[in-house]
């Protein structure tokens, strides 16, 4: 069925163009997301096959597996980071002022730093996840993207519907093991960004996170 969509990446890496898989290895696969919901959003495939049917929270449990998981997102964020320097550099006023301080003549001896894009990617995992096989989620803070159709896609990644893999192991009683209960995908809507509420009301949302998403890119 669809939510066993993902299981052909881990199968025959190997046979998809590059703008699908981003690369693989024996253990892992890096892909593009096929309905993304911010400007770069990347999902890694662990293919280990006694993890890849399980529940998150569950195959996390095996500390030795989760240290593994961790270690590659560190590795797919730094690429992701290239990928936002690349898109976005151009338009950063902090990439702007490295740049001029690089061509001064003499430049200085202290060089602006330049963006730090790996603090602009969000890495997680949804608590209740929709497709089968274990993915997490590499993706751009922004959540701009025409295929951000519904409340559920925002709040999914901006609820603690979303859990960083940073947060695992979770606690025995961490709330998020329920997390129907909480109700995080019916929220009333929070920007990302400047935390201004706009309840219910999507379109306006969709619109806001247009005019974030241009003054982020340029920062
Ligand atoms: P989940 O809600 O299960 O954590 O997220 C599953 C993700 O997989 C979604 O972001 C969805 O857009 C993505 N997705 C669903 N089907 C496919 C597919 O066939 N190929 C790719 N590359 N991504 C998919
Ligand atoms: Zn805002």
């Not at 280990?48 to 590659?72: C, G, S």
């Not at 702007?96 to 301080?101: G, T």
């Not at 993915?135 to 925002?154: A, F």
């Not at 995908?185 to 960004?193: A, P, V």
């Amino acid at each position: 069925g669809v939510r066993d969509g993902l299981g052909a990446y881990i199968a025959k890496p190997e046979t998809y163009a590059p703008d699908v898989v981003v690369y693989h290895n024996d253990d892992f696969v890096a892909i593009h997301d096929m309905f993304p919901k911010s400007s770069l959003h990347l999902l890694l495939l662990p293919r280990d096959q006694t993890k890849t049917r399980m529940h998150p929270f569950d195959a996390f449990e095996d500390t030795e597996f989760l240290a593994k998981v961790k270690a590659e997102t560190r590795t797919l964020r730094k690429l992701a980071a290239g990928e936002l320097r690349r898109k976005y550099g151009k338009d950063s006023a902090q990439e702007q002022a490295r740049q001029a301080a690089l061509s001064a003549d003499p430049p200085p001896d202290e060089l602006p730093q330049g963006r730090d894009w790996e603090q602009e990617i969000l890495v997680g995992l949804h608590a209740v996840p929709s497709m089968n096989h274990l993915h997490v989620h590499v993706l751009s803070v922004d959540r701009y993207s025409e295929r951000l159709k519904h409340r559920k896609h925002y709040n999914s990644f901006s609820t603690p519907f979303f859990v960083p893999i940073e947060d695992f192991p979770l606690a025995e009683d961490d709330v998020r093991r329920n997390p129907t209960q909480e109700g995080y995908l019916k929220r009333d809507f929070t920007c990302w960004r400047c935390g201004r509420g706009f309840r219910n009301r999507f379109v306006e949302l969709k619109q806001h996170l247009e005019q974030e998403f241009k003054e982020w890119k340029k920062l």
